[in-house]
């Protein structure tokens, strides 16, 4: 999903959102995915849908995407695009304070520990000068992190989740994966 760039205000809560939906690999020696935190994850390992996925959230400039990387058994594409499509827009309608402390904690530990290597460090200092032309504190980005609600959350899902217009590309044995009409038309929920 097409999204703002690194000076919206929409950038930390799509950070938060990318936090909420998780991800998984089997290679990380982690628990099982249907054990995690992230209803995204427990939804496609009850079901076997996926066999890993990975949210991202990526910022440009004046442009953004969002959206995640899934590996699934190719008779459960269709699946695993459910589950996905519908733990996203859940994020619109669905998202609770409890999830949004949750993710503030996750996110902040992950910003950490990204910050926890010399490269980490130059990258972290390097987009920070590319995008805002200053470095930006670790005190003032857990700031901005605190800042955001579950109502943030529900209107920047809102904005670029719900009901809106897709990129898709599959690689393999795509046969079961739906079509673009398919997907577009889980992407909001008919609500009255």
């Given amino acids: 999903f097409q999204t703002e760039g690194h ?4 950038a930390v ?5 990318e936090t909420l939906l998780g991800d998984f ?3 990380s020696g982690a628990i099982a995915m249907n054990n995690k935190t992230s ?5 496609l390992g009850e079901q076997g849908a996926a066999t890993a996925f990975k949210t991202f959230n990526l910022t440009y400039k004046d442009t953004g995407l969002f959206g995640a990387y899934l ?7 269709e699946d695993a695009m459910w589950y996905t499509l519908h733990n996203m827009v859940r994020l619109a309608h669905k998202t609770t304070d409890g999830e949004v402390e949750y ?4 996110l902040k530990a992950k910003l950490v ?17 590319s995008n805002y032309g200053r470095a930006v504190s670790l005190a003032e980005t857990f700031a901005r992190v605190d800042a955001v609600t579950a109502a943030d959350i529900r209107e920047t899902a809102s904005k670029f989740i719900n009901d809106e217009d897709h990129a898709l590309a599959g690689i393999g ?3 079961e994966l739906p079509d673009y009409n398919w997907i577009r038309r889980r992407s909001y929920w008919l609500r009255y």
């Avoid at 000076?7 to 929409?10: L, Q």
């Avoid at 993710?103 to 996750?106: E, G, P, Q, T, V």
Wanted: hydrophobic share 40%; with cysteine; net charge negative.
């Fill in 7 to 10: 000076g919206s205000k929409y």
């Fill in 13 to 17: 809560p799509l950070m938060m959102m």
């Fill in 25 to 27: 690999d089997p290679s």
């Fill in 39 to 43: 209803k995204l994850s427990i939804d």
């Fill in 71 to 77: 590996t699934c058994a190719d008779n459960k594409a």
């Fill in 103 to 106: 993710a503030k904690i996750a």
């Fill in 113 to 129: 520990a990204e910050l926890g290597t010399n490269s980490g460090v130059a990258g972290d200092l390097a987009g920070s000068l």
């Fill in 173 to 175: 044995q795509i046969f």
